[in-house]
């Protein structure tokens, strides 16, 4: 199934679970050995392979990098990069904090009213 906006946040965990179930399948691995090699407990990758959703995303995670899959998150969500102009308008500083939509909080001008 491919994940869309559409599923719910349950039908979503479930199919990363059976995505997670079938990798370990595909590595040779039981759930006794992928938890000893995440460094977490059977159950929880029991809970992940099953899409519950009281399972932490450091325990995700552990898994996912037991399989070899960590690599993927940058697809998923890529390092943001800014445009050549943004990045001469900071010159090389980072940005601290987002500003919001200035155009939003200024105020419309209208005729007759003083400036």
Sequence with gaps: MKITPQLTDEAILQELGGRLTQTRIEHNLTQAALAEQAGVSKRTVERLESGEVATQ???FLRVCRALGLLERFELLLPEPVASPMAQLKQAGRKRQRATG???????????????
């Excluded at 939509?101 to 400036?115: D, L, R, V």
């Design 57 to 59: 995303l450091s325990g």
């Design 101 to 115: 939509n200035k155009a939003a909080a200024k105020k419309q001008w209208t005729w007759g009213e003083p400036a």
